[in-house]
């Protein structure tokens, strides 16, 4: 008798046993609805993005170069080593550090902005010194209107006065190039790096996320160093015996040696 109510009790859990293949979604949780809408956006966004690519007619696209600055002073024990981190509205972008660049930084870094987003028409520049040991300190700032005759087919290249701890426009110069023309949207975009919050920041931006295709086309080679003339640059020290020798190399060298430009640049920055 009891044989046969353990033979039952065994054939009973015969019959709770799956058999055959599993299915798909064997001990998956499902999906929430946060997990969900995130897919969901994040694939429109793609989509979007897609659609922008595609069109093929020529866009607007702002051409900006970050060249080089004179700084002040430097800050902290050793030399600084300064990169520039640039705002357009919610869209952040930085510089490669200028590694020993203290108060002469050199960067000539381009950026290709398309498309400028409607209600912007300023851009902000803060200077950073790279830390390693502790958080990247800001030392100087500006935000400098984005300049009209651009949209007329004029290039821009000027030197804006950096505010910082020394004061109001009183912190150095940065020289800056920018110019506007059309051209077809590259078929890859640019990472586009968005600050979360608590940040520094001297100014309050909203978080904003931004989906980009990852970049694939080649960097393109930098330009060859300039060559200075030695007779150039004690010329330039004769005219301008107030600046210090090392400025004046500094600004011949973002000027790729040009000796007309290299004074309109520090006739700014004695006026400044």
């Known amino acids: 008798m009891a044989s046969s109510e353990g033979g039952d009790r065994c054939d009973d859990r015969r019959k709770q046993v799956m058999l055959g293949n599993l299915p798909n979604d064997f001990l998956r949780l499902a999906a929430t609805n946060p997990q969900s809408q995130e897919e969901a956006d994040h694939a429109a966004a793609m989509h979007l993005q897609q659609q922008m690519m595609a069109q093929s007619q020529n866009v607007g696209m702002l051409q900006m170069t970050i060249v080089s600055a004179v700084l002040k002073k430097n ?3 050793t030399r600084m080593d300064p990169y520039v981190r640039v705002r357009l509205g919610h869209y952040v972008y930085e510089t490669q550090t200028d590694v020993n660049g203290a108060k002469n930084p050199r960067w000539n870094k381009t950026f290709n ?9 300023a851009i902000h520049l803060e200077v950073f010194d790279e830390r390693t040991l502790t958080d990247d300190e800001v030392v100087a700032w500006v935000s400098l209107p ?29 020289n800056v190039v920018m110019s506007y023309t059309t051209a077809p949207l590259p078929r890859t975009l640019g990472p586009v790096m968005v600050m979360p919050h608590g940040g520094y920041s001297y100014q309050t931006y909203a978080q904003v996320p931004v989906y980009t295709v990852p970049q694939q086309q080649q960097t393109p080679a930098p330009p060859p160093e300039p060559v200075i003339q ?10 301008f015996p107030t600046v210090e020798k090392e400025v004046v190399r500094s600004v011949l060298e973002a000027s790729r040696g040009n000796k007309e430009t290299a004074i309109n640049s520090l006739l700014q920055i004695q006026d400044s």
Do not use: R
């Open 75 to 77: 800050y902290g024990m």
């Open 113 to 121: 902005i398309y498309q400028l987003p409607k209600g912007v028409n």
């Open 146 to 174: 984005i300049p009209e005759v651009i949209f007329q087919g004029e290039t821009v290249d000027e030197w804006y006065n950096l505010s910082g701890k020394l004061g109001e426009g009183q912190e150095g110069t940065i």
């Open 230 to 239: 030695e007779e150039d640059l004690k010329q330039l020290g004769e005219m």
